[in-house]
């Protein structure tokens, strides 16, 4: 038997987007129920500020997060990191996750960034 949770918005992507998205709906008074699914273990983070940092060897001692780790729990945030959304049913409002539990949502936010492409190189 699959597991049904329930989350006013559901916020699909581990980024940057989906927690500024977070942090606007509470600071616009929204207090319905919010989750973050995102398939890496990582806090939310800002990857291209990273990514300068590495080129010019400056890495900082923690990566540069997109809200402080304190932010989800005192806005009351739920996070599912680690974790994808394997099918989305826009019509049912539901979000199947890929251990098979089930997500109903009443607003979705896509936000799953995109994989950067390679050229072939000989």
Do not use: W
Request: aromatic content about 4%; hydrophobic content about 40%; glycine content about 8%.
């Amino acid at each position: 038997m699959t597991q049904l949770d329930r989350a006013d918005v559901l916020l699909i992507g581990g980024g940057v987007a989906s927690a500024r998205c977070a942090r606007t709906l509470r600071r616009q008074g929204f207090d319905g129920t919010i989750l973050l699914v995102g398939a890496e273990v990582q806090l939310p983070y800002n990857r291209p500020p990273l990514s300068k940092e590495l080129l010019r060897d400056d890495l900082p001692d923690e990566l540069v997060l997109a809200e402080p780790e304190t932010f989800y729990a005192r806005r009351k945030v739920e996070l599912r990191l680690g974790t994808s959304v394997e099918a989305l049913d826009p019509e049912a409002r539901t979000a199947t996750l890929e251990d098979g539990s089930r997500i109903e949502f009443g607003m979705c936010l896509l936000a799953t960034g995109a994989e950067p492409r390679t050229p072939p190189i000989d």
